[in-house]
């Protein structure tokens, strides 16, 4: 029994100020890749879920796939979050289940379980700063009156 099924996180969207960086009281949509890149398994009655931690809460439900063909491409799922009003500022670990059923030729129909840590930023920062340069930044002191 060889199978792998792969869940790579791909975009951070429809965050709450657009810049695509968590903040605390944020809510945003995370996508995942979702692939099986086994030779000869066929998953199906795939399921995955984000769990909520100290730091956010999902707001969706649990997301399923009916079919999951080997070295078929990527499936993209997605979850909608909401960071946390105190959440800390820094990194933060999240953990996705994925569970299916799985049919290989010689093995049958066995079950597939597996849960994926991945690692996200709580920041104040926006996007594009703090603003990194090798030369120096003027500014002019201006007075309106």
């Known amino acids: 029994m060889n199978v792998f099924?792969?869940?790579e996180f791909s975009d951070?969207?429809?965050?709450?100020?657009?810049?695509?960086v968590l903040n605390q009281g944020e809510e945003a949509t995370l996508f995942f890749e979702l692939e099986n890149t086994s030779v000869d398994g066929f998953a199906y009655a795939v399921?995955?879920?984000?769990?909520?931690n100290d730091y956010f809460d999902v707001l969706s439900d649990t997301q399923f796939i009916e079919e999951?063909?080997?070295?078929?491409?990527?499936?993209?799922?997605?979850?909608?979050?909401?960071?946390k009003d105190d959440a800390p500022i820094?990194?933060?670990l999240m953990n996705l289940s994925i569970n299916a059923t799985v049919y290989q030729e010689g093995f049958g129909d066995f079950d597939y379980d597996d849960i994926t840590e991945y690692s996200f930023s709580i920041s104040l920062n926006q996007k594009g700063f703090p603003y990194e340069t090798q030369d120096q930044v003027f500014c002019s002191p201006a007075i309106f009156d």
Not at 12 to 20: L, P, V
Not at 47 to 52: G, K, T
Not at 74 to 80: C, D, K, M, S, V
């Open 5 to 7: 099924l792969n869940a």
């Open 12 to 20: 951070i969207s429809n965050d709450t100020d657009g810049d695509g």
């Open 47 to 52: 399921s995955a879920e984000l769990f909520s």
């Open 68 to 83: 999951l063909p080997s070295q078929d491409g990527p499936t993209t799922i997605l979850f909608n979050i909401k960071v």
């Open 90 to 92: 820094g990194d933060f």
